[in-house]
T-cell receptor, first 110, second 116 residues
């Protein structure tokens, strides 16, 4: 079955540093979505990637879908304390199943 | 105006009891979901309904039964609660499937269930 691995699971950065998170799938994906969950909160939609090689930006956040549509990445430039939270990728593969990864918990030291 | 609401927000109960969590969305969405998030923050889908029809039914104990009286509501009933059921349960909704593809999901605030 479709498996989603998110790298890394925990990430501690100093404020101002960059942060990158990868989401790798064992199968080719039809699309992937990214969500952010603040501590004590609920997941909030960030972006959806559908096309091979697609790159989308939201201010300091850059999302990319791999050419083979088997992985995606989230890159945050110059992290701020407001970036703290758990980032999830939600993928839909050939089986059309929805799979959320375990998420990456990001902490930012001021 | 809360888009996706869940009640109750907190639920503390004894093992063996039966409990329900309610979810309502006022976004006019066709698809609703239930997720379970454990203490390690692993978010796992349990069920999904599209236009009141069950479309995702993951491997969960049959003690868990979803009920969708209409498109705006998806309730979760749990029988014979066990310690391992303790988790945060999130309801979510989205527009209907587009060419087999799931759309952006809007999550409720979550229900923290503690089984003693």
């Amino acid at each position: 079955g479709q498996q989603v691995m998110q790298i890394p699971q925990y990430q501690h950065v100093q404020e101002g540093e960059d942060f990158t998170r990868y989401c790798n799938s064992s199968t080719t994906l039809s699309n992937t979505q990214w969500y952010k969950q603040r501590p004590g909160g609920h997941p909030v939609f960030l972006i959806q990637l559908v096309k091979s090689g697609e790159v989308k930006k939201q201010k300091r956040l850059t999302f990319q879908f791999g050419e083979a549509k088997k992985n995606s990445s989230l890159h945050i430039t110059a992290t701020q304390t407001t970036d703290v939270g758990t980032y999830f990728c939600d993928t839909q593969g050939g089986s059309e199943k929805l799979v959320f990864g375990k998420g990456t918990k990001l902490t930012v030291n001021p | 105006d809360t888009a996706v609401s869940q009640t109750p927000k907190y639920l503390v109960t004894q093992m063996g009891n039966d409990k329900s969590i309610k979810c309502e969305q006022n976004l006019g969405h066709d698809t609703m979901y239930w997720y379970k998030q454990d203490s390690k923050k692993f978010l796992k889908i349990m069920f999904s309904y599209n236009n009141k029809e069950l479309i995702i039914n993951e491997t969960v104990p049959n003690r868990f039964s979803p009920k969708s009286p209409d498109k705006a509501h998806l309730n979760l009933h749990i029988n014979s609660l066990e310690l391992g059921d303790s988790a945060v349960y999130f309801c979510a909704s989205s527009r209907g499937l587009a060419g087999g593809r799931y759309n952006e999901q809007f999550f409720g605030p979550g229900t923290r269930l503690t089984v003693l």
